[in-house]
């Protein structure tokens, strides 16, 4: 579902009155039907996969429960991986369901779950659908497991003034990330990418770390305002980035970085398969099947797996002792430095149209560097955009990544918070007239994943 359409601006106060006003019972019908009416809005042909895939889940959940048989439960896991594997990853031209990749996990976490007696499977087949399709997590995340939401949706309790207040500052936030920040860099970022061999080095690692600016907007800003939507209804989401750019090393920055998927593979494969309690080849080997899966999570094709197998290589290395040693004698900036140009070129791999073009965009990126200046200056001039303003909406944006997120409520006064988010819907506002006017519009990333 977009958060950025009419439908949804509309539709999410109209929501939020109604679960403050109708009876406690009511509360749950209201949330599913509106889960699914926006899920029906935006993708009406993939709905069906979405019920297919809740009414298996369920019926599985119930047999696991009661048999508590590994077979039963691979079935199951298989049953819904197969759907995965055909919209996504079979090549056959099929329409991939938004959310797919999200929801199956979802579901999967279920089913596992029940299996190992951390959660009892869900009878009421009405209760669990609201659990697969919640619709501020549906699309996107964040993943979350059925032992924290399921409790939350069934309470339908009214939201508290704390859970409003965290509300408008999410909302505030996320869409001035996604409107402001991501959607302004991105017809740069698209320029570049598209013919990385029109370009040089200056302007590759511009367009490079636009990137990896637009990936972090786009993708914390939709987290922000899925649990913004859910604080609507009292429901806490959870946190999904915690500034990943400040990280010092790329371990680290999987904890930071999209949270929930970094838990679910931990908690799903890697200690399933062992962890680092069968030795250093095992841990190894168990590292770089995770970083591996994760690739192939996120798409289709080498560029997604080289992207996964990179990460698992630089976080090994990282693990050397000589490394580690050298890494630990510089001063956290620099460590911080490095770690984001780590990072900035690994998402050249997920970036890329495919390999042919991220394997030009890394040669000459360490080309033509002498005509810096006119390089940079091209890539403005060729979009047509005003050079100035382009500057002024990246630095604002940039400047903004770390200081408005719940950030915010550490570092300003209370009385200041709302002066500050009135201004964000200001300038938020102000950007999505500029951007019409100038033919700007882009869907969440990982509506594609």
């Known amino acids: 579902m977009n958060f950025l359409s009419m439908c949804f601006i509309l539709a999410l106060p109209i929501i939020f009155l109604l679960y403050n006003f109708i009876p406690g019972k009511l509360r749950m019908p209201l949330l599913l039907l509106s889960s699914w009416g926006f899920y029906l809005y935006g993708n009406p042909e993939s709905f069906w996969i979405l019920i297919l895939i809740t009414v298996i889940s ?14 039963v439960l691979i079935t199951g896991i298989l049953a819904i991986l197969s759907f995965l594997l055909i919209f996504k990853y079979s ?12 929801y199956t996990f979802q579901t999967l976490s279920y089913l596992i779950d029940v299996y190992k007696g951390t ?25 979350e497991r059925p032992g924290k939401l399921i409790p939350q949706l069934k309470s339908c309790k009214n939201p508290s003034s704390s859970n409003l207040k965290e509300a408008v500052i999410l909302l505030s936030t996320g869409y001035y990330k996604k409107i ?72 680290e920055f999987w904890r930071r970085w999209h949270i929930t998927l970094t838990r679910w593979f931990t908690d799903y494969i890697y ?4 962890g680092s309690r069968k030795g250093k080849k095992r841990a190894i080997l168990n590292t770089l099947i995770v970083f591996l899966v994760s690739g192939i999570w996120h798409g289709y094709g080498l560029t997604f797996i ?10 090994l290395l990282e693990d050397i002792n000589v490394i580690k040693k050298l890494r630990s004698k510089l001063p956290s900036y620099a460590n911080i430095i490095i770690n984001f140009l780590i990072v900035n070129f690994l998402w050249i791999f997920f970036r890329a149209r495919n390999l042919g073009d991220a394997k030009v965009y890394i040669c000459k990126l360490f080309s033509g560097w002498q005509n810096a200046p006119s390089s940079l200056a091209d890539v403005f001039t060729s979009l047509s955009i005003s050079t100035s303003k382009g500057l002024i909406f990246i630095a604002l944006g940039a400047a903004s990544l770390y200081l408005l997120p719940q950030y915010l409520k550490k570092k300003i006064p209370e009385r200041n918070i709302f002066a500050c988010i009135f201004l964000m819907i200001l300038i938020t506002l102000f950007s999505k007239m500029y951007q019409i006017e100038s033919g700007i519009e882009n869907s969440f990333i990982y509506f594609r994943f």
């Not at 090549?91 to 999200?102: A, K, T």
């Open 58 to 71: 369920y019926l599985f959940g119930l047999i696991v429960d009661s048999k508590k048989s590994l077979p």
């Open 91 to 102: 090549g056959l031209n099929f329409i991939l369901p938004i959310g797919i990749s999200f």
């Open 119 to 143: 959660y009892k499977a869900e009878r009421n087949f009405f209760d669990y659908s609201l659990f697969v399709s919640f619709f501020p997590q549906l699309v996107a995340g964040p993943i």
């Open 180 to 251: 402001v920040v991501a959607d302004f860099v991105a017809p740069f970022v698209n320029h570049i990418f598209e013919s990385p061999s029109s370009f040089e080095g200056a302007a590759l690692l511009f367009g490079s770390v636009m990137f990896s600016v637009q990936i972090y907007a786009d993708f914390s800003g939709y987290s922000d305002i899925a649990r913004g939507c859910a604080k609507l209804f009292g429901i806490d989401l959870s946190m999904n980035f915690d500034h990943p750019y400040l990280s010092k090393n790329l371990r």
């Open 271 to 274: 200690i399933p398969l062992g």
């Open 306 to 315: 080289l992207w996964g197998l990179g990460h698992g290589i630089v976080v």
